[in-house]
């Protein structure tokens, strides 16, 4: 269980603005913490593993306080049990695979996790080499191998995904999924893919200049109405034609573009750009604006 | 004459030179990369005057200095009793001082190119920042640190002002090679001149030539 409450002024592009966030996250639930860019997302994540410090926070793990603001308590980012992955992995390029992995071990302890994660994320037959010889998807899974390296109580992921392409994309969360079965591990991740969120978190947080403004399911977060479709996906809206008594929506979902009648009423909500989900509800598909 | 030892004494001050710039060069210009305050363009400017103040201006202050009358002498002359006047020892402080940039700018550089998500990836891994600066930040700029150990070390072989000023042509003790091509040039021997002239342009090639082959390999490695 972890407690978390964290206040700071932000500078971001679109001016200042308040981050003042209240979570709490159960015991090895998997939250997504979704918005724009700048809205305070990655500053969350910073603040839970000690790189940045809020004004005014608290932060309780599993009962043990890593940060009060009112009694002056703030733990640095090593005496937290936290395993952050970065947007740009960082992984060290001046070590192997292997010895990136090895770095995270206290002094004198066992390796036997280190290679027990290699073999998790199937990395065994490149444990020699060094990240610049990695594509993003191998350094990504590195950069997830050595941040469970600790045992951490908290793993943080930030945008892990964002830099690799769709096939790779699909690939990783399954390979997130299959480590948290192994691993359990309490989980934060923040993306923008709406895919990824429902396919990896339990829950959702919605941040909106610094402020949680919707939290729950994923299905119920993003979809306005409750759906009994037999299937959907989420797209994007590229165009809407009128055809007759009906319209046309074009809309984009990952590599195809899918064409779906739609009535006056539905397109009365819908603009060129809406993000919408295209579900089949027994036999006509039906289309939802996506929040 | 041709003498060995304005050769040895100019080799002798640039190691010693280049191993006290070392020491000092790196936390520096650690220092330098990570310190946000604009106060730090003042320490920055200072040390990169030697780049382009005229060796003797700096000479001259440091002769100011470092007069065994003035305040500063008598300190050193009688807590260390150092006399930095026409020293090796002075000499070995006005080239730390007239290297300083060159030690420090490329090492500063090259901290300012990793991207502060390797010290913070260090930090969440349980490493304290000592153990991140050894073992993470210097050993992916040993590119930089190799290039200013050399460029500081050509450099101190090659001054002539500062020592002028300060050192001026005492054999044996502050007689380097670039001073003392500079004596044979005024007494005409000029088939003397040649030889050290001709050794120091050697070795500073072979020295410069030796530095970017082995960063290219350096820098494939990565």
Known sequence: MIRFHAQKKLLTSDGPIDLNIDLEIAARECLTLFGKSGAGKTTALRILAGLTRPEQGYIEVDGKVWLDSTRNICLPPQQRPVGFVFQDYALFPNMTVRENLRYALAAGEDSVIVEELLEAVDLHALAQRRPASLSGGQRQRVALARALVRRPKLLLLDEPLSALDMEMRGKLQDEILKLQQRFPVTTLLVSHNLAEIFRLSQRVAVIERGRITALGLPAEVFITKQLSGKFKFEGEILAIQPEDVVYIVTVSIGQNVVRVIATDSEVDQLRVGDRVIVSSKAFNPILMPVR | ?222
């Open chain 2, 1 to 222: 004459m041709f003498d060995l030892q304005p050769l040895i004494l100019t080799f002798q001050l640039a190691l010693i030179t280049t191993a006290i710039l070392l020491v000092l060069g790196i936390p520096l210009a650690y220092g330098l990369a990570r310190w946000e305050s604009r106060w730090k363009y003042v320490l920055q400017t200072l040390v990169s005057m030697p780049l382009v103040l005229p060796p003797t201006v700096l000479g001259f202050y440091l002769l100011i200095a470092f007069n065994p009358a003035g305040r500063l002498g008598r300190f050193l002359e009688s807590v260390f009793g150092l006399q930095l006047v026409f020293s090796f020892e002075g000499l070995v402080v006005a080239s730390v001082i007239y290297s300083l940039p060159f030690m420090v700018n490329p090492i500063q550089a090259g901290f300012q190119s990793l991207p502060a998500s390797l010290t913070e990836a260090s930090y969440t891994l349980g490493k304290s920042p000592l153990h991140t600066f050894w073992r993470v930040l210097l050993p992916n700029i040993k590119p930089s640190i190799l290039t200013a150990t050399v460029i500081s070390f050509a450099h101190t072989v090659g001054e002539f002002g500062v020592i002028l000023m300060i050192g001026g042509s005492i054999p044996g003790e502050t007689r380097v090679a670039s001073i003392a091509i500079y004596n044979e040039v005024e007494a005409l021997n000029y088939d003397t001149a040649h030889q050290y002239a001709l050794i120091l342009f050697a070795i500073t090639f072979v020295i410069l030539l030796t530095v970017y082959i082995v960063n290219r390999r350096f820098l494939k490695a990565f």
